[in-house]
């Protein structure tokens, strides 16, 4: 049961990066697009994640007390599983679709509490799934913003297909999707270097990496990253300043990689391989005003409205009439508009419940990543839409940045320094 778990896992990490919502659109499943059977409506590594799920409860013979010692140590959970009910009940009353609602937001919870449940050896092989799905998506990336040949159609909202875009979306779905969690992908490198030892592959793997993020054309992800390597290289220089130390190979290496990289940027901006993105920054093709628009799309409402969720026919007219076809690019105000603002709060304090367990379980360096995930609810549609793009984030934080077990000889000494304590280190 463990090994048919561990093979479950195994094809959950591969399909969250890489059974994008696009790509299930183009092979005819009704994902987000309208019609279709109920069951195409979920994600399929939601039933695979459900399913591993079962068999851990089942393991033992007793699935209510194995359910009762996943949640005796992660209470936080019920908090955010509580206020998900809740959200769960609007649906059935207001008699909308909840598979968004299962995709988005339970199903994190799910993977959560079956990673959790893993041992080292179980983890490994989801680690080594998630790092060559990760870099296929990269390497992917290149090759459609080179290549001018997208996989599949960019499609928004399900039937909404964009033509003409130069952005990569790789096996995501998405140019925002895929820059996020690549970004995240390259802080949990920089962030621990446990997960690649070796520097000499390690500095190269971030470098191929942040390039990619030309090739996705994420701009939040690109600047929030390179404002932390940069931060990260004013404390290490900072350090030095003050009489810290560093070995002559690593500060000869260190110079010869600054070179090569300052090479490698001029002559790859005079070849106009980075004019697409920077022309990102000078025109943004109506972005800046499409969230100025979804902050004035609140002011169409009353307060009970606003407070209960208005109707949404009337919300897809006022979207079309201020151009907001593309979707409303902040979670807590797209929430607002379909959930109304009691759920969003009462949702909001329940993902916060579920990133602080998270955080209990993982380096304080998911700090980072905790931030990163914020802006990009604050900056794009993300969670507000039927997605696995919380899911992605959960996975890779619980596989790459999971806190370190305490050894059992050290468990050992610390029980035996209570009561008789001396007793056992006279014998």
């Known amino acids: 049961?463990?090994?048919?778990?561990?093979?479950?896992?195994?094809?959950?990490?591969?399909?969250?990066?890489?059974?994008?919502?696009?790509?299930?659109?183009?092979?005819?499943?009704?994902?987000?697009?309208?019609?279709?059977?109920?069951?195409?409506?979920?994600?399929?590594?939601?039933?695979?994640?459900?399913?591993?799920?079962?068999?851990?409860?089942?393991?033992?013979?007793n699935p209510i007390e194995e359910l009762d010692r996943m949640l005796s140590?992660?209470?936080?959970?019920?908090?955010?599983?509580?206020?998900?009910?809740f959200l769960l009940i609007q649906m059935f009353v207001l008699e909308r679709p909840f598979t968004v609602i299962i995709d988005t937001f339970l199903l994190p919870v799910v993977l959560c509490l079956v990673i959790w449940r893993l041992s080292p050896a179980q983890r490994r092989p989801l680690v080594w799934a998630l790092h060559l799905t990760i870099l296929l998506n990269v390497v992917l990336g290149y090759y459609e913003y080179f290549s001018g040949h997208r996989l599949f159609p960019l499609s928004l909202g399900g039937d909404l297909v964009v033509y003409g875009e130069w952005r990569s979306s790789a096996l995501l779905g998405h140019p925002l999707t895929a820059s996020g969690l690549v970004a995240a992908y390259i802080l949990s490198l920089v962030l621990r270097p446990r997960i690649c030892p070796a520097p000499t592959l390690r500095l190269p793997l971030?470098?191929?990496?942040?390039?990619?993020?030309?090739?996705?054309?994420?701009?939040?992800?690109?600047?929030?990253?390179?404002?932390?390597?940069?931060?990260?290289?004013?404390?290490?220089?900072?350090?030095?300043?003050?009489?810290?130390?560093?070995?002559?190979?690593?500060?000869?290496?260190?110079?010869?990689?600054?070179?090569?990289?300052?090479?490698?940027?001029?002559?790859?901006?005079?070849?106009?391989?980075?004019?697409?993105?920077?022309?990102?920054?000078?025109?943004?093709?109506?972005?800046?005003?499409?969230?100025?628009?979804?902050?004035?799309?609140?002011?169409?409402?009353?307060?009970?409205?606003?407070?209960?969720?208005?109707?949404?026919?009337?919300?897809?007219?006022?979207?079309s009439q201020l151009g907001l076809t593309y979707g409303i690019e902040n979670f807590w105000i797209a929430s607002t508009v379909q959930f109304g603002a009691i759920h969003t709060a009462l949702l909001t304090f329940g993902l916060i419940a579920l990133f602080v367990e998270i955080f209990r379980r993982s380096e304080r360096s998911v700090t980072v990543i905790f931030l990163l995930i914020a802006i990009i609810a604050a900056s794009?549609?993300?969670?507000?839409?039927?997605?696995?793009?919380?899911?992605?984030?959960?996975?890779?934080?619980?596989?790459?940045?999971?806190?370190d077990r305490p050894s059992a000889p050290a468990a050992v000494q610390r029980r035996g320094t209570g009561a008789g304590g001396d007793r056992q280190q006279s014998a």
């Open 1 to 61: 049961m463990d090994f048919i778990v561990t093979g479950l896992m195994v094809l959950v990490v591969i399909g969250v990066y890489a059974l994008s919502a696009a790509m299930l659109t183009s092979w005819k499943i009704h994902y987000l697009t309208t019609g279709g059977a109920f069951y195409e409506k979920l994600h399929p590594t939601t039933y695979a994640a459900f399913l591993a799920l079962i068999i851990l409860l089942f393991r033992n013979g």
């Open 380 to 403: 794009s549609v993300s969670f507000s839409s039927k997605n696995i793009q919380l899911a992605q984030f959960v996975v890779l934080i619980a596989l790459l940045l999971p806190r």
């Open 206 to 319: 971030i470098a191929f990496c942040l390039g990619s993020l030309m090739a996705f054309g994420g701009r939040t992800a690109l600047v929030f990253v390179l404002l932390v390597l940069g931060s990260l290289g004013a404390i290490e220089m900072l350090r030095m300043l003050r009489g810290g130390r560093t070995s002559l190979p690593t500060a000869i290496a260190a110079i010869c990689v600054l070179f090569v990289v300052i090479a490698a940027l001029s002559a790859a901006f005079d070849l106009g391989i980075f004019d697409k993105m920077l022309l990102r920054f000078s025109s943004d093709k109506g972005s800046a005003n499409a969230r100025v628009a979804t902050v004035a799309l609140l002011s169409h409402f009353d307060l009970s409205e606003l407070l209960l969720g208005p109707n949404q026919a009337r919300v897809s007219a006022l979207q």
């Open 73 to 85: 140590g992660a209470k936080l959970i019920l908090v955010h599983l509580l206020f998900w009910s």
